[in-house]
């Protein structure tokens, strides 16, 4: 998933702040390149180096789902929840607005 720059760097802070939080991705950078021109994933220490150096700018989330905690699944069933209460909520919200749009068009037909 490709997040902006500022994203980044703001994930990256709250990773340095919060020590204890197991986040379930990797951050990846594509103009960052190790010895072998390979994508490698950006940590902590590499940090400073991405903020003082505006040349890295593509930065993308891949999954790294392993040794999930409680918190962290916890998270994530809260996320999935949301996207298919919302989507619900949106559907229902939509299929009454039509309903109350043909109520509408039969009344001022009807007059």
Known sequence: MKISRKLAIQILKYLDQHADFYFPFKIICREYLDGDGEIVEIDLEELKK????????????????????????????????????????????????????????????GK
């Open 50 to 109: 991405i903020i003082r150096n505006k040349k890295y700018r593509t930065f993308e989330l891949w999954e790294n789902l392993q040794n999930l905690d409680k918190k962290t699944l916890r998270l994530m069933a809260k996320g999935f929840l949301e996207e298919i209460t919302n989507k619900s909520l949106e559907k229902t919200n939509y299929n009454s607005s039509k309903k109350l749009q043909k109520r509408s068009e039969r009344r001022i037909v």
